[in-house]
């Protein structure tokens, strides 16, 4: 994706991307130990701002795919990413929850 990506991606956009991603899981560890995507990054909302290097790095190589339990938190982060000029980023539509919805129900719903 380029400079002009869509804020959000669909879980089944995100299935059909071809390119390299990286998954930036922004809940907190209690969520994170009911439900995660696999190979998933683990960096809490409250976290970010600390972690925006190793972001911006990481966007450097991949898409960088933010997501939370229901989109909200993802879309917030991937705003405040964005002004910072991190432009290589997307938040997952729905969240965890709809991708398990629509994807993958082995994932727990909570």
């Known amino acids: 994706m380029s400079a002009h990506n869509p804020i959000e991606i669909t879980p089944a956009g995100l299935q059909a991307f071809a390119e ?14 009911i439900a995660r995507l696999d190979g998933a990054r683990l960096i809490p909302m409250g976290y970010v701002p600390a972690s925006l290097p190793e972001i911006e790095r990481l966007s450097d190589k991949a898409l960088v795919v933010v997501y939370c339990h229901h989109g909200i938190r993802s879309l917030n982060v991937v705003h405040w990413l964005r002004g910072q000029g991190v432009d290589n980023c997307v938040s997952l539509a729905g969240g965890i929850d709809r991708w398990s919805r629509e994807m993958d129900a082995s994932v727990p719903r909570y």
């Open 20 to 33: 390299p991603i990286v998954l930036l899981d922004v809940r907190e560890p209690f969520e994170h130990a």
